[in-house]
Every structure is written in structure tokens, then in C-alpha cells.
């Protein structure tokens, strides 16, 4: 279960978890993704909106009469299992009030570097498909939920729920390690297209695999 057990139930979670995958969702659609009546969703969601872990917008397609896309609030997000202490919050703050920005950054990328190396040995051998299916799962075993597409030369990786997003909403800098661990686990260069803690419904990475196919 999502949430403490007295506020939980399989339907509620199967509403929350649909949000948190698709990012906005209309009434329909959760109907259909928890097997229910639109009538029974609309009370669920009623309830999620009084306890703050969701919202609604208004969207308009055509000229058509405009509908509403509910969605989780950062109350709702931070919802999910999360792999991380309070202390670390107090820790990062005395780091950026006693460290430059590009050694702060120097300390993340060398915990992503020392998080890859621990494991690459897992690696070894592979060829790159191999590589990525250890990524996936390296990534789902760090507290991600991914999900990966193949479009050409490229391989596009979507991470659903970021075990670091409290943390992350104070110290965007961590977002470097998840980069950092697929770089040196593909060992190709990483992109990072969209992002949480941006307002993006996931975090993207665009990896370019032609340079390492043809290796």
C-alpha cells in the first residue's frame, strides 16, 4: 500500500499509482484503469482532493466543452516509498553553506561514480542490450520506477517516480546521479530531456547508442 493503511485501499492505490505513471488522467480513464464506475471514481477522487494529494485542471480540446485532468500534488508524490532519511536534508544544507557550487557538485558526481562502480562488474562482458537490461533493473533496485524505448540509434529511458524527489525539491544537484550511473553503466554519453522537479510529468534520458553499436 501507498499510504498509512487506515487511508488506503487496492482502488485508491490503483488511482494514485495510474497518476503518478500517466501524469494527468480524466475521469474515464481511471474508471478503466481501476475496473470501476466513473460515479465510484469521482467519489474516490473527491476524497483525494480533501486530503490534498490531488488536483484538477481544466483542458479544452477543440471546441468542444472543456473536461477536467486530475493529477497528484507534490503531497500525493511524495506519497510513495521513498529510500531516504531526514538527516539528509540537514546534511546537504551544511554542504552548500560551506562548499562552492562546482565541488558540491564534484561530491554528487563521485556518488553517482563510486554508486556504478560497486556494480560494474555486473557489467562486464556484456554487449549492449545486455547493459541495458542491468540497467533497468539496477534502476528499479535504486527506488525508480523505469521504463526504456528504443527510437532509431537512440535509447529513451522515462523514470516514473524518483526516490530522490523530496530531497531533490531543495537540492536539485542530486538529479546528477542517476544521470551519472547510466552514463558509466552504458558507458555513453546521457542527456537529460525532462525532469521532475521541473514540472515534467517524469525524468527523460536520451542516450545515443550508434557511437557504441558500431564500437
Do not use: W
Not at 556518488?111 to 537490461?133: P, Y
Amino acid at each position: 500500500m501507498l499510504y498509512s493503511k487506515h487511508m488506503s485501499s487496492p482502488t485508491r492505490d490503483t488511482i494514485l499509482k495510474t497518476l503518478r505513471v500517466q501524469g494527468r488522467c480524466t475521469v474515464k480513464e481511471l474508471a478503466e484503469a481501476a475496473d470501476i464506475s466513473p460515479i465510484s471514481v469521482r467519489h474516490h477522487l473527491s476524497s483525494l482532493q480533501a486530503e490534498g494529494l490531488v488536483a484538477l485542471e481544466e483542458a479544452r480540446h477543440g471546441v468542444g466543452r472543456p473536461y477536467h485532468l486530475y493529477f497528484l500534488t507534490d503531497k500525493g508524490v511524495e506519497g510513495f516509498p521513498r529510500r531516504y532519511f531526514r538527516l539528509t536534508n540537514h546534511i546537504l544544507k551544511e554542504l552548500k553553506g560551506s562548499l562552492p557550487e562546482e565541488k558540491l557538485l564534484e561530491i554528487f558526481t563521485g556518488v553517482a561514480t563510486s554508486m556504478s562502480d560497486a556494480r560494474i562488474h555486473e557489467f562486464e562482458g556484456l554487449d549492449l542490450q545486455e547493459r541495458i537490461k542491468n540497467l533497468g533493473t539496477l534502476l528499479s533496485e535504486e527506488g525508480f520506477e523505469v521504463e526504456m524505448e528504443h527510437k532509431d540509434d537512440e535509447l529513451i529511458i522515462h523514470e516514473l517516480s524518483c526516490p530522490y524527489f523530496r530531497i531533490g525539491k531543495s537540492h536539485p544537484e542530486v538529479c546528477v546521479i542517476d544521470q551519472t550511473f547510466i552514463a558509466n553503466a552504458l558507458e555513453v554519453p546521457v542527456e537529460q530531456v525532462t525532469c521532475i522537479l521541473k514540472g515534467d510529468n517524469c525524468c527523460t534520458f536520451s542516450v545515443q547508442l550508434e557511437k557504441k553499436q558500431g564500437a
